[in-house]
């Protein structure tokens, strides 16, 4: 048997293509109280205590799918699980298909959108909440045009780290079909809707009396869809390349992993209910992220040096996309890495304006980091972090104009 190489050349897998939205409505936490105090009894101790943690959590504005002054929500009667799932069919897949308009008109602007969705080889996607058969994937590449032939993968149970995870198995679905001399023009998205469960989480605190271990969802998650196209060396068009197209690629997927902390999946997740999903979030995260961080980086930081050839490269070198899954998470993984407030500044703002929208939130991230930074680090660090307690991290190339 022959040896294993020491080391791997650089992936020849690029992002062309890179698109966030976000609904129409930015909501402070007075509008979520109001909602609450119509309904439910806010002197109970454990929705008295979410509203303390609304008010501290540093959110100024999340971002909704629903105003909250009628409609969807603002009825007597709590919304069931199938009223969500219905919600989303609806308001979630229009979402992420206007994401995925945006990475597909970016990844090819010298085509037309439905030339450039015609090119589409396969989908990976992921989605936070309802799981009905067939997969909203399925929606969302009808609405796009997308081939019958497409192939497609969508992701269960992964939590915030969605985004990232789409990006791990994209690249490896690229790389897979690289070594069949196949092309990959893979269009990847995710997309949350946790505002439509407020009523839930609010009917669930009511009724709580467990102070300290009381699910802490409703004061911190959002509605946000992101979407990105990932090509390998015989996706990457001729001219994507060319200056003149007007098409050069963002970024170039250097390395990834995943790892999961042994012995914390009490941590982190989610159960269903006949109105929604009772989060778990213990009191720990924040310092199990911490501790995640710094080996998984140094293990991808590595390699990444090996395959750029870029030895000189230092932690102060890179721009980061951190998911902002709360101040706390945050403020640890910032302490970990001992990194700077510029190099957080997207990863705040998202925070700050959009909450914690969960799997999206980490490629909002990175689109905001375009133009927050011009013209930004030529090295990028993505993470996120999910059920498991899974830490998932991508390091990225910027690739330049010539």
């Not at 999340?62 to 969500?84: E, W």
């Not at 098409?247 to 992993?257: H, I």
């Not at 899954?325 to 959009?354: F, H, P, S, W």
């Not at 991230?365 to 011009?374: A, K, W």
Request: glycine share 8%.
């Amino acid at each position: 048997m022959g040896s294993l190489p020491t080391s791997s050349p650089c992936p020849e897998l690029w992002i062309t293509g890179l698109g966030s939205q976000y609904p129409p409505y930015l909501l402070p936490p007075e509008k979520f109280e109001a909602l609450a105090s119509k309904f439910h009894d806010m002197e109970k101790p454990v929705l008295k205590k979410l509203f303390r943690m609304t008010f501290s959590s540093g959110i100024e504005t999340r971002a909704s799918t629903l105003s909250l002054d009628s409609g969807f929500c603002c009825q007597q009667q709590v919304p069931s699980i199938s009223d969500i799932d219905i919600n989303f069919r609806k308001s979630g897949v229009d979402l992420t298909a206007q994401a995925c308009r945006k990475a597909l008109r970016e990844s090819r602007p010298d085509l037309d959108l439905d030339e450039a969705a015609a090119g589409i080889t396969h989908t990976v996607s992921c989605q936070g909440g309802i799981q009905t058969f067939p997969g909203y994937d399925f929606h969302v590449a009808r609405q796009l045009g997308l081939g019958h032939d497409v192939e497609q993968i969508l992701l269960q149970g992964v939590g915030c780290a969605g985004s990232m995870s789409i990006l791990r198995v994209a690249a490896e679905v690229a790389l897979g079909a690289e070594a069949l001399g196949k092309p990959a023009r893979i269009l990847c998205f995710a997309c949350e809707l946790n505002v439509p469960y407020s009523r839930h989480f609010y009917a669930e605190a009511e009724a709580a009396t467990d102070e300290e271990n009381m699910d802490i969802a409703g004061s911190l998650f959002s509605d946000g869809a992101a979407a990105f196209v990932l090509c390998n060396k015989y996706g990457l068009d001729q001219d994507d390349e060319d200056e003149d197209s007007g098409s050069v690629p963002l970024f170039r997927v250097v390395d990834w992993e995943r790892a999961v902390s042994p012995g914390t999946v009490q941590n982190m997740g989610a159960s269903i209910k006949p109105t929604g999903y009772t989060s778990r979030i213990t009191k720990q995260v924040p310092e199990l992220t911490r501790q995640s961080v710094p080996p998984l980086f140094e293990r991808c930081f590595g390699r990444y040096k090996e395959k750029t050839g870029r030895t000189h490269l230092g932690i102060g070198d890179f721009d980061f996309a951190i998911h902002p899954g709360g101040m706390a998470i945050i403020e640890n993984v910032q302490q970990a890495l001992d990194l700077n407030e510029k190099q957080l500044r997207a990863t705040r703002q998202i925070y700050t304006t959009r909450g914690n929208s969960g799997s999206p939130s980490a490629l909002c991230v990175l689109d905001l980091m375009r133009t927050l930074e011009s013209p930004g680090k030529d090295d990028v660090v993505a993470m996120a972090f999910g059920p498991g307690l899974a830490s998932e991290m991508a390091m990225l190339s910027r690739c330049r104009r010539r």
